[in-house]
């Protein structure tokens, strides 16, 4: 795979609304749904391992990644400042009305996402979103049912309540808060706490994952208050998990039985509040994608992709309701 532009200047700008987003695309244009890859709080497109790119594009796929606003080269909202997340933990946290307003709410991260596949005339999409990903992903879900051909929620949360919080010295890593002053204490910081986000890395994944915190820190340089307003985004969107129902995609939810920051039970619930969704607990995943997780997981992209292009199919064919595989066990 041609590698320039992750550190250099060929990532691509465009304009959505008011905010520029920088994007890549890989593989070759055809008229299947592309791939859309959605990340995590505070990471940008260089954050995807090369062997899930590789391989979804040898699978014949093409494949669009992005920067989320406010991290990496899209647009930063610094104007707009620190947020006020103790009220919004709090807030949260003891279930009472909101304390204080988000910089801006998730479903506006959503409606980026939208208006960038407006602007690239794609249509349709398999996306597959990643802990943050997946909720803004859920939320595209819900706004443009159309616009989703299939989704795939890796090592992500419905929002409900009642759910596990994160191991404690991941909460204690997260409590840290601050900026780093410079890229190369940015750098350890960032390896540091991913180590500790993990599952079981072989020393090729361990070396892998420096060099791709590397090539991101480097990339989305500097790194300001944009996660955290992002974090804000999250813990303001309280009310996501009870419009999961109304998805109608084929989903797949992905988990990691080792996640210590979102710990199994929230890809469970997800996979109990969206309609016939598959469930996949991987006993080695954490909540980072190494590069070995990245192949296996273009795999099961890949397939869930084919399964739900085979099934809209089959329904134009019969001209009735899709019938997607996976038991449904609705929560109370």
């Known amino acids: 795979m041609d ?46 391992p ?18 989320n606003r406010d991290v990496g080269r899209s647009s930063r909202l610094d104007s707009h400042g620190a947020p006020p997340l103790i009220r919004l933990w709090l807030a949260a946290a003891l279930r009472l009305p909101p304390l204080a307003r988000p910089p801006y709410p998730l479903v506006d991260m959503a409606t ?20 943050m990903g997946g909720m803004i992903a859920q939320r595209i879900a819900c706004l443009q049912p159309d616009r989703v051909a299939s989704l795939v ?17 991941v909460s204690e890593a997260m409590s840290g808060g601050g900026s780093s002053p410079d ?12 180590r ?40 303001a969107d309280r009310d996501r998990y009870k419009r999961l129902v109304e998805i109608k995609a084929p989903t797949l939810v992905i988990h990691g039985a080792r996640d210590p920051l979102l710990p199994p039970a929230h890809g469970a619930d997800i996979a109990a509040r969206i309609p016939h969704a598959r469930l996949i607990v ?3 995943f954490g909540h980072e994608i190494s590069s070995r997780d990245g192949t296996r997981l273009a795999d099961q992209i890949l397939r869930h992709a084919a399964q739900a292009e085979a099934g809209a199919v089959s329904v134009q064919r019969r001209g009735a309701a899709p019938a997607v595989a996976g038991t449904p066990n609705r929560p109370a």
């Open 183 to 194: 890229l190369r204490s940015a750098t350890a910081r960032a390896l540091r706490f991913r």
């Open 50 to 67: 090369d062997t899930l790119i590789d391989g979804l594009v040898a699978g014949g796929r093409r494949v669009l990644r992005f920067d």
């Open 153 to 169: 929620l890796v090592m992500s949360s419905s929002g409900a309540p009642g759910l596990p919080g994160p191991a404690r010295e």
């Open 112 to 131: 980026d996402a939208i208006g960038l596949l407006d602007a690239l005339g794609v249509r349709s999409a398999h996306l597959v979103g990643v802990s």
């Open 282 to 284: 991987d006993p080695m």
């Open 3 to 48: 590698r320039r532009g992750v550190t250099g200047p060929a990532a691509s700008l465009t304009q959505v609304g008011s905010l520029a987003l920088a994007w890549r695309a890989h593989g070759c244009r055809s008229d299947a749904a592309p791939v859309v890859l959605i990340h995590g709080l505070g990471q940008t497109l260089a954050d995807w």
């Open 196 to 235: 500790l986000l993990a599952g079981e890395l072989t020393a090729a994944d361990v070396v892998e994952l420096e060099e791709r915190v590397e090539r991101s820190s480097a990339y989305g340089w500097p790194e300001g208050a944009g996660p955290a307003r992002q974090y804000a985004a999250i813990l």
